[in-house]
Each structure stands twice: as C-alpha cells, then as structure tokens.
Nanobody, 128 residues
Framework: QVQLVESGGGLVQAGDSLRLSCALS????????TGWFRQAPGKERDFVAV????????????RYADSVKGRFTISRDNAKNMLYLQMNSLKPEETATYYC?????????????????WGQGTQVTVSS
C-alpha cells in the first residue's frame, strides 16, 4: 500500500525558512514523479514543485511554480525514500496546507489531477 506522510509544518514569521518532509512507503519512489501542492482555505489546490523520476535525484527534471522559484527547493533522498521541500523567505500569502504527492510515472505534471497518491497534508502558517 502506497503511503505518504508529511511533517515539518508550523507557524513561522514572514521571511523565515521551513523544511517540509514527506516519508514515502509502499514502493520505491525514485523512478516516479513526486512533488508538492498547497491549498489555502477556500481556494483550489495549487502546484508548488515537482521532481521527475530518476535514479539520482539530481538528474531528475524539476519544475517550480513561478511564485516560488529561487526561494523553494525540492529534493529527494532515494536511500531513505524521503521527499523534501526547503522553503525560504516565506510570505504570509503562502499560508496553506502543504501536500506531498506522487504518480505512477516519471514524467512531471503541474496539475493535481495527474497524481494518484496524496499525503494528509501539513499546515504551514506564515505570520506577518
């Protein structure tokens, strides 16, 4: 059974950093696209970052939402089957529940309907 469990959320101030983690189990995730989406109250779930499938994470294709480019970094530890999202210079408008996700395929997509597996989410609150 495929499971994704996020952790690392919390309350931070604007400009602070936070690293989210996602523990992946049920299969070897290095060959599948894995990523992060977020959803603020009353809004749709938005794409944040995704990492394509590959033997070494550094060789995998990455894509970021324009709003987070240069501030967020997605990475994966294949040995530990873990996915990370390093978030720097956080903004109040980035307050949301952040979800880890994976799909059955190595190609990356930025639409949430392309992903089959989801974690329960971790709350990130950025105060001004």
């Amino acid at each position: 059974q495929v499971q994704l469990v996020e952790s690392g959320g919390g309350l931070v101030q604007a400009g602070d950093s936070l690293r989210l983690s996602c523990a992946l189990s049920g299969r070897t995730f290095r060959t599948y696209a894995t990523g992060w989406f977020r959803q603020a109250p009353g809004k749709e779930r938005d794409f944040v970052a995704v990492l394509g499938g590959g033997i070494e994470w550094s060789d995998s294709t990455t894509r970021y939402a324009d709003s987070v480019k240069g501030r967020f970094t997605i990475s994966r530890d294949n040995a530990k089957n873990m996915l990370y999202l390093q978030m720097n210079s956080l903004k109040p408008e980035e307050t949301a529940t952040y979800y880890c996700t994976s799909r059955s395929g190595s190609v990356i997509y930025t639409t949430d309907t392309s992903y089959e597996y989801w974690g329960q989410g971790t709350q990130v609150t950025v105060s001004s």
